[in-house]
Each structure stands twice: as structure tokens, then as C-alpha cells.
């Protein structure tokens, strides 16, 4: 690559950053169906024309906002479970989910962004997908890793649910029993939940040790999914 090259690449990435970090001060101050590309390029000091060179269209705007937000927790996630991964199962599963709620703390519009309302008129691409998938791979793996080891304990399902806990299991971990991988998308449910109720504000005057709390309930959640045994510590 000439030095010209090198500078121009340099260039786009400023400026493509420049733009998603006024996308997100928008998001924050509007929200994500407010978005609007003539008011980022408006506020950069931007013509509409010269935006719609990095992002197309809004969508496009919004696609590369949601990769970013599922990416920075994914990456916050992935790094306390590091900082645990010689420990038992139950706790890499508590620290994943301490992290995503710090996360999405730290991050409020962007965890709105990817987890509230759809935003009216967006579709997420398949793109989305692997970013979307780095925090539920991580649970996966700590229950894989429980069910090969020391194993996992298996609540009975209704026969009527075993058709679809079967389904899942092939989806989403076909070496899980189907009991297990039920329990598990009904687990990542639950602990969104509780994010969610935090954040936008249904635990007001309900719950105030939050933290605690917390804990408590995802480490419940994890026994649910069979994550009953004691740790090595």
C-alpha cells in the first residue's frame, strides 16, 4: 500500500468513526428510531452526499452500530470469563452475567439499541449474527464444559416441549441433552430480563442491593440449567 493509500485508509477510518460516534450521542439524546444521516452529516459539519459514502443509508448506519454494541459486549463478557476460566462452572456462569450487566450499565443506549424495542422499519442483516452470538456461545461453552466433566444435573420437560427442546439441542448445541439446551435459551431469556428491568426502571422501590440481587438470581438461573455441583476453587 503507497503512503497515499495508507493516509486515505486513515482518513476513512476518522471519519467513519466520527460518524458512528455522533450516531450514538444521537441515540442517546433521540433514540435509535430518530436517526436520521442528514443529522449526523449536519452536526459533523458533513453534505449528505459525502456520508452516504461510508453508510448508504440509515440502516446501513444502524447495522454497523448494532455490530459495534454486540461486539464491545461480547469482548466485555469474553474478558471476565478469562479472568475466571480456571474456576468452576458456576462461577464463570455468574461472571459472564456480572459482566453483561456492567456492561449494559456502562452502556444503557446501546444495550437499548440491541436489546429494547425494535427500532419501526429495521431489519438486522445476518451480519449481525456472530457479534449477537458471542455472549450465548460463552454461556454454552461453561455448560458444555460442565457436561463433560462434572456433569449437569436435568430437570424433567413435558413431553409436549421435548419436539422443540430437540430442536433447539440440534441448533444450538447438539451435544447438550435437550433438557439442558432448553433450559438454556429459557436462562439467556431470564437474564436479559433482569438487565432489562434494571436498566429501564421496573426495579425502582422494588429492589435496592441490585447487586446482590443480581447475583443471587443468575446463580439460581444457572442451577436451572444444571450447574449444581460444587466449584474448584
Same mark, same amino acid.
Given at each position: 500500500m503507497s503512503t497515499a493509500q495508507g493516509a486515505r485508509a486513515r482518513a476513512r477510518i476518522e471519519v467513519t468513526s466520527a460518524i458512528k460516534d455522533e450516531a450514538r450521542r444521537q441515540l442517546a439524546a433521540e433514540g435509535a428510531a430518530k436517526l436520521s444521516l442528514r443529522a449526523v452529516a449536519r452536526e459533523l459539519g458533513m453534505v449528505s452526499s459525502a456520508l452516504y459514502r461510508y453508510f448508504p443509508s440509515r440502516d446501513d448506519l444502524l447495522t454497523a452500530l448494532i455490530i459495534d454494541a454486540y461486539d464491545s459486549l461480547g469482548q466485555a463478557a469474553e474478558t471476565a470469563h478469562a479472568a475466571v476460566a480456571d474456576t468452576g462452572p458456576l462461577r464463570r456462569w455468574v461472571a459472564v452475567c456480572e459482566?453483561?450487566?456492567?456492561? $449494559?450499565? %456502562?452502556?444503557?443506549h446501546e444495550y437499548a439499541l440491541i436489546y429494547g424495542s425494535p427500532v419501526p422499519g429495521y431489519t438486522a442483516p445476518d451480519t449481525t449474527v456472530p457479534a449477537a452470538s458471542r455472549v450465548g456461545l460463552l454461556l454454552i461453552g461453561i455448560v458444555r464444559d460442565?457436561?463433560?466433566?462434572?456433569? &449437569?444435573?436435568?430437570?424433567?420437560?413435558?413431553?409436549?416441549?421435548?419436539? #422443540?427442546?430437540?430442536?433447539? $439441542?440440534?441448533?444450538?448445541?447438539?451435544?447438550?441433552?435437550?433438557? &439442558?439446551?432448553?433450559?438454556?435459551?429459557? $436462562?439467556?431469556?431470564?437474564?436479559? %430480563?433482569?438487565? %432489562?428491568?434494571?436498566?429501564?426502571?421496573?426495579?425502582?422501590?422494588?429492589?435496592?442491593?441490585? #447487586?446482590?440481587?443480581?447475583?443471587?438470581? &443468575?446463580?439460581?438461573?444457572?442451577? !436451572?440449567? !444444571?450447574?449444581?455441583?460444587?466449584?474448584?476453587?
Amino acid at each position: 500500500m503507497s503512503t497515499a493509500q495508507g493516509a486515505r485508509a486513515r482518513a476513512r477510518i476518522e471519519v467513519t468513526s466520527a460518524i458512528k460516534d455522533e450516531a450514538r450521542r444521537q441515540l442517546a439524546a433521540e433514540g435509535a428510531a430518530k436517526l436520521s444521516l442528514r443529522a449526523v452529516a449536519r452536526e459533523l459539519g458533513m453534505v449528505s452526499s459525502a456520508l452516504y459514502r461510508y453508510f448508504p443509508s440509515r440502516d446501513d448506519l444502524l447495522t454497523a452500530l448494532i455490530i459495534d454494541a454486540y461486539d464491545s459486549l461480547g469482548q466485555a463478557a469474553e474478558t471476565a470469563h478469562a479472568a475466571v476460566a480456571d474456576t468452576g462452572p458456576l462461577r464463570r456462569w455468574v461472571a459472564v452475567c456480572e459482566a453483561v450487566r456492567g456492561w $449494559a450499565l %456502562g452502556h444503557p443506549h446501546e444495550y437499548a439499541l440491541i436489546y429494547g424495542s425494535p427500532v419501526p422499519g429495521y431489519t438486522a442483516p445476518d451480519t449481525t449474527v456472530p457479534a449477537a452470538s458471542r455472549v450465548g456461545l460463552l454461556l454454552i461453552g461453561i455448560v458444555r464444559d460442565a457436561h463433560r466433566t462434572v456433569g &449437569v444435573a436435568r430437570t424433567p420437560i413435558p413431553a409436549e416441549l421435548r419436539p #422443540e427442546a430437540e430442536r433447539l $439441542a440440534a441448533d444450538l448445541a447438539p451435544d447438550l441433552p435437550p433438557e &439442558v439446551a432448553a433450559a438454556l435459551v429459557a $436462562a439467556w431469556a431470564q437474564v436479559y %430480563g433482569l438487565v %432489562g428491568f434494571e436498566l429501564f426502571g421496573q426495579f425502582n422501590r422494588v429492589v435496592e442491593d441490585r #447487586e446482590t440481587f443480581f447475583r443471587h438470581s &443468575v446463580s439460581r438461573i444457572a442451577h !436451572g440449567v !444444571g450447574l449444581v455441583f460444587p466449584e474448584k476453587r
